[in-house]
């Protein structure tokens, strides 16, 4: 499975943001999905994971009430639309796909990533 993930920028503080992840090969039917963020001098931290079914989603304290994750298996893309944006969400992000149905929360969890994409949050 190939990923392509797009929709980084720069944005202002308050301002959102919608990411895509696209599939260029195979399907992320029957697989769980999930975003991940590097910021610059830190780790990689989960931000978001889904389901297969989309009953399941999970995201990090610091996310949460604020950026959503959704799915179009149709469309082979998964989402993460961002919302009040802050100077700290300023990072790369990264797309993945787990062979797992479950919603993952460790990058462990997941066999293939995408490329990455910048969003910076600045006024």
């Known amino acids: 499975v190939q990923l392509q993930a797009s929709g980084g920028g720069l944005i202002r503080p308050g301002g959102s943001l919608k990411l895509s992840c696209v599939a260029s090969?195979?399907?992320?039917?029957?697989?769980?999905l999930g975003w991940f963020r590097r910021s610059p001098g830190k780790e990689r931290e989960f931000v978001s994971s889904?389901?297969?079914?989309?009953?399941?989603?999970y995201y990090s304290d610091s996310v949460n009430g604020r950026f959503t994750i959704s799915r179009d298996d149709g469309k082979k893309t998964v989402y993460l639309q961002m919302n009040r944006l802050k100077s700290e969400d300023t990072a790369v992000y990264y797309c993945?796909?787990?062979?797992?149905?479950?919603?993952?929360?460790?990058?462990?969890?997941?066999?293939?990533w995408g490329q990455g994409t910048q969003v910076t949050v600045s006024s």
């Open positions: 889904i389901d297969w079914t989309e009953s399941q989603k």
């Open positions: 090969e195979g399907t992320i039917a029957n697989y769980a």
């Open positions: 993945a796909l787990s062979r797992m149905r479950v919603a993952q929360r460790t990058a462990v969890g997941y066999e293939y």
